[in-house]
């Protein structure tokens, strides 16, 4: 590799790290919700990484500084990515929930291949004068790739993500930019060797166009994995509803207790409608991201507004009388307790991770996205 193109390898390392750091400060917000801690880390790594990457695209200063930050660079990014696998094999010992391992999210994934092609690249760079470990970590890379681009597809297809509608505004066009993305990177790591240098040693047009697809795949990536623009909007901020509950991950109810054949109903949101004029809702839909498990303890049964329900000690309680959800009228500045309608069908535990509600604003159809922190026990609960 006597003639890498060594701008190409730290520039698209840059990209990299610049978008790692965008999606891990993209999703601030939302971690602060669930701890401090996990805002405070998403805060830092963010920061770190944005300063990093505008570091790479021009290091000044002596060669030991900019090796430095590069060493420091790959460190940071696998330290990052095992911090991650951590949490989602055994989960971590602080936070909301301590000890409890969190499912894999499109969101983390994404800046997961961020990371480690990042390192990848910063390796090769600071490896760029030892010829053959050059071209092997360019093998190695272009190997990951391969193997990434395929676990993705394989684990999507089995139903392995969670891709959870506060972290993730398009889970369909996530998927298809992951794989682009890969398939990007397993074509750069695969030409380190081969891409000639251009006139004076200037990265050639092939150089330049697979590090403009790169920016390109990898910015549409961190675009679709920010968080959904509905959100809880306790701040009105996105949309014409917002959740008014107060529940958040660290603030969790104790879960519901059904017996098999019982029927209840839980209050999971407290609508608001907060533009300042009526919202007519169409339709609500409990475990938005995927159809209904047949084996799942739990079956929902419909979906109500309860105004009697507001004080936290009625959110549980026999089947509702309140009016349905679909079609009712939000007026301005009133709270509605949406409640679910659930009936116990077997023995397990179950979440209800999200809510998606259609609405009519204006004459205008919209959708938005609610988290929820609601959870079940049927029966022994054994799952």
Do not use: K
């Not at 003639?3 to 601030?28: E, K, Y």
């Not at 609508?271 to 839909?285: Q, T």
């Not at 079956?299 to 309680?317: D, F, K, M």
């Amino acid at each position: 590799m006597d003639r890498l193109d060594a701008r190409l390898v730290r520039w698209s390392a840059a990209a990299l790290t610049l978008a790692a750091g965008a999606l891990h400060l993209g999703q601030v917000r939302v971690h602060f919700d669930e701890d401090w801690s996990f805002g405070a880390f998403f805060l830092v790594v963010g920061v770190l990484q944005i300063t990093g990457g505008l570091y790479l695209v021009r290091p000044v200063g002596p060669r030991r500084l900019v090796r430095a930050v590069c060493w420091f660079g790959v460190v940071g990014s696998l330290s990052t990515v095992a911090i991650w696998l951590i949490s989602r094999a055994f989960g971590l010992p602080f936070g909301a929930e301590p000890g409890g391992r969190e499912s894999v999210g499109l969101a983390d994934a994404a800046a997961d291949l961020f990371e480690i092609f990042a390192a990848l690249l910063l390796l090769i760079w600071l490896r760029r004068d030892a010829g053959r470990r050059a071209t092997r970590l360019a093998a190695a890379g272009a190997a990951a790739a391969v193997l990434l681009g395929g676990g993705w597809i394989l684990t999507r297809g089995a139903g392995l993500f969670d891709p959870d509608p506060r972290l993730v505004t398009a889970a369909s066009l996530v998927d298809i930019t992951a794989v682009t993305f890969l398939v990007i990177a397993g074509l750069l790591f695969a030409g380190l060797p081969r891409i000639p240098l251009g006139p004076g040693g200037r990265p050639s047009a092939a150089a330049l166009s697979i590090l403009g697809a790169l920016i390109i795949v990898a910015s549409a990536l961190t675009a679709f994995t920010l968080p959904a623009r509905g959100g809880q909007n306790r701040d009105c901020a996105y949309g014409p509803l917002a959740d008014d509950s107060g529940l958040t991950h660290a603030q969790t109810p104790e879960p519901i207790r059904l017996a098999i054949g019982e029927s209840r109903s839980a209050v999971i949101l407290v609508l608001v409608a907060c533009a300042g004029r009526p919202i007519e809702l169409l339709d609500v839909h409990p475990l938005a991201f995927g159809p209904p498990d047949p084996r799942a303890p739990i079956r929902i049964v419909g979906a109500t507004l309860e105004p009697s329900r507001a004080a936290r000690s009625a959110w549980v309680a026999p089947r509702g009388t309140g009016q349905r959800a679909a079609g009712a009228v939000l007026e301005p500045g009133t709270r509605y307790p949406l409640a679910v309608d659930m009936l116990g069908v077997s023995d397990g535990r179950q979440a209800l991770n999200a809510v998606t509600i259609d609405y009519l604003d204006r004459g205008e159809r919209g959708s938005m996205n609610f988290a929820t922190v609601v959870s079940f026990v049927v029966g022994s609960g054994r799952e």
